[in-house]
């Protein structure tokens, strides 16, 4: 069996400062995700952890974060 755990990776920070991938928001603690496209407009292409589209703005302070896939025994 495999666990599955979000370990934060850095230091928290803007989302407009954020790397691409996985982040939680600091004030509810929602995972969301941050894709490296953005549209014509210059909007990222971010979602939250129900896959709607990000409406939050870009000055939410986020902490960036990683999944450790580790094998266990049952």
């Given amino acids: 069996m495999k666990q599955r755990t979000i370990m934060p990776e850095g230091w928290p920070c803007l989302l ?3 790397r691409p991938g996985h982040f939680i928001t600091l004030e509810n603690e ?3 995700f941050k894709s ?3 549209s014509n407009d ?3 292409d971010i ?3 129900a896959g ?3 409406c939050a703005g870009y000055d939410v302070i986020v902490q ?3 999944m450790i896939i580790e094998d266990i025994e049952p």
Avoid: H, I, M
């Fill in 64 to 66: 960036p974060v990683e």
């Fill in 36 to 38: 490296e496209y953005s």
């Fill in 30 to 32: 929602q995972l969301c």
């Fill in 47 to 49: 979602y939250t952890e």
């Fill in 16 to 18: 407009s400062e954020c």
């Fill in 42 to 44: 210059g909007k990222r």
């Fill in 52 to 54: 709607e589209f990000w």
